[in-house]
């Protein structure tokens, strides 16, 4: 049987907004699992006056939202605010708690160029694209010196362009990146985008004229497209697929029905997934 946690305050008639997960909350123990859920997004922006105010007046907890005040008027850092929350609850375990309190921590010692990097990387983790492109686009504004910094930043940017479609400006940063840090793995991406951006012909022209620099990359490209081929060829989703190209060749005046009951079959498939999560 699972633990019982006896809820605090009450639910709050106006939420609060924690504006880099992007995530209205109603109470207190909404606040922890946010702070366990997004971690690494929660920083001094997140650990602020406002939020004390709103735990105290809407939450009805003004105990906390007092300790919390005075946290801010020593100027203490966020992982102790944040781990003043989680303490006052007692919504985690202690071990748990200190657990996050250790990561809140090390956070703190991580540059502010890190930080948003991490910020960056969790947006694009999690299909929020253009926010994340937004992050990097401010983060190299900044005029980052670190070369193999910056190099990773371009390489994340490459990824999040991919995942839009845009492969024209893909294979630019993937390229940019590789020129800072002369990793192989941002040259094999930029020929991967290179690949799905050109005709097949064009492409085997591109690799022949850039045979120097882009040979190897290019042989470790089609290795890793071969298995991929390989790897959906052995996947149930290929053998679905190729029943249902027959069964409409054979039956074309029923492809609509042939299609929508596919549509419901992976639909009804996602969610058992969600349920056994």
């Not at 907004?17 to 207190?28: C, D, H, T």
């Not at 299909?127 to 686009?137: D, H, I, T, V």
């Not at 085997?204 to 490209?221: K, R, T």
């Amino acid at each position: 049987m699972g633990r019982v946690i006896l809820c605090m305050g009450r639910t709050a008639n106006i939420p609060f907004l924690l504006k880099k997960p992007g995530v209205q909350i109603y109470s207190v123990e909404e606040l922890c699992y946010c702070i366990r859920e997004h971690t690494f997004l929660m920083d001094e922006e997140t650990a602020c006056k406002e939020l004390a105010d709103w735990l105290g007046e809407e939450c009805d907890l003004p105990d906390l939202a007092q300790q919390l005040h005075a946290l801010l008027k020593k100027k203490a850092a966020a992982d102790s605010f944040l781990t003043t929350v989680l303490e006052y609850t007692g919504y985690y375990p202690k071990e748990e708690i200190q657990r996050l309190s250790r990561f809140l921590n090390a956070d703190n010692e991580r540059s502010e160029y890190e930080r948003r990097k991490t910020i960056g990387d969790y947006l694009a983790g999690n299909g929020r694209y253009e926010l994340a492109m937004e992050q990097y686009r401010r983060l190299l504004a900044d005029g980052i010196t670190d070369k193999a910094f910056s190099a990773k930043v371009l390489h994340n940017m490459g990824y999040v362009s991919s995942r839009l479609f845009l492969f024209e400006w893909a294979a630019e940063l993937f390229y940019q990146a590789y020129v800072l840090s002369e990793e192989k793995e941002s040259l094999v991406q930029y020929l991967a985008a290179k690949r799905l951006l050109l005709e097949e012909k064009e492409y085997v022209d591109f690799i022949i004229a850039n045979h120097e620099e882009c040979y190897e990359a290019s042989m470790e490209l089609e290795r890793r497209v071969e298995q991929a081929a390989d790897a959906w060829e052995e996947s149930g989703q290929a053998k679905q697929l190729a029943d249902l190209l027959a069964e409409r060749s054979e039956h074309p005046e029923n492809s609509r029905r042939i299609w929508e009951d596919a549509a419901k079959q992976m639909k009804k498939a996602c969610g058992n997934m969600i349920r056994e999560k």
